[in-house]
């Protein structure tokens, strides 16, 4: 939680559609927009990424600078999707078919074994503060003990696992051990 409220995040419980359509041509018209930013506010294409074993390409890293490498045997295709927009088409938060969410190594409440959430307040100390604001208390179920290693090795050495959660990233197991 943040020590204001304005510098947390806002849910809006409502829009005027109507309202806000008003307030930007009034506000932010199209004359004032560069070419880039109009293009921005446009619609583009629609593109499906697919797993495909036979596509062993090389995507180049979109950012070297910050560390993203190259990813070779990328085993993926892009199909572009024609739609038909019409102007009076509006924004449908629907996933196409086929679509799998979580994905290995995306960050999501959905893995965590959450067994109650509650909105209570704690005191929560953010930024040298107490709250003063309800938070969201996740309590998680109790995991079984997981086995030694002796007991999970053979069934892990050599396999591609996820680690770091929440930012997950792809890691491969070599070796196992009980010792920290």
Not at 9 to 19: R, T, W
Not at 86 to 108: A, C, H, K, M
Not at 109 to 133: D, H, R, T
Not at 146 to 167: C, E, H, R, T, Y
Request: net charge negative; glycine share 6%.
């Amino acid at each position: 939680m943040s020590r204001n409220p304005w510098e947390g995040v806002n849910i809006l419980p409502f829009i005027d559609v109507l309202l806000l359509k008003d307030t930007i041509k009034e506000n932010c018209s199209d004359k004032l927009l560069s070419p880039d930013e109009k293009s921005r506010n446009s619609r583009g294409k629609v593109f499906c990424y697919s797993y495909d074993a036979a596509i062993t390409e090389t995507v180049p890293s979109c950012n070297r600078d910050i560390g993203l490498p190259d990813i070779t045997k990328c085993n993926s295709r892009v199909d572009i999707i024609e739609e038909n927009y019409g102007t009076d088409v509006s924004f449908n938060p629907e996933l196409i078919p086929g679509t799998q969410i979580p994905y290995p190594g995306y960050p999501s409440l959905n893995v965590l074994p959450i067994e109650n959430a509650e909105i209570i307040p704690i005191g929560l100390n953010c930024f040298g503060m107490q709250s003063k604001y309800p938070n969201t208390v996740l309590t998680l179920r109790t995991m079984p003990e997981l086995p030694g290693a002796k007991q999970i090795a053979d069934n892990i050495i050599g396999k591609s696992v996820f680690v770091n959660w929440p930012m997950m990233h792809e890691a491969k197991v070599a070796a196992v051990s009980d010792a920290t």
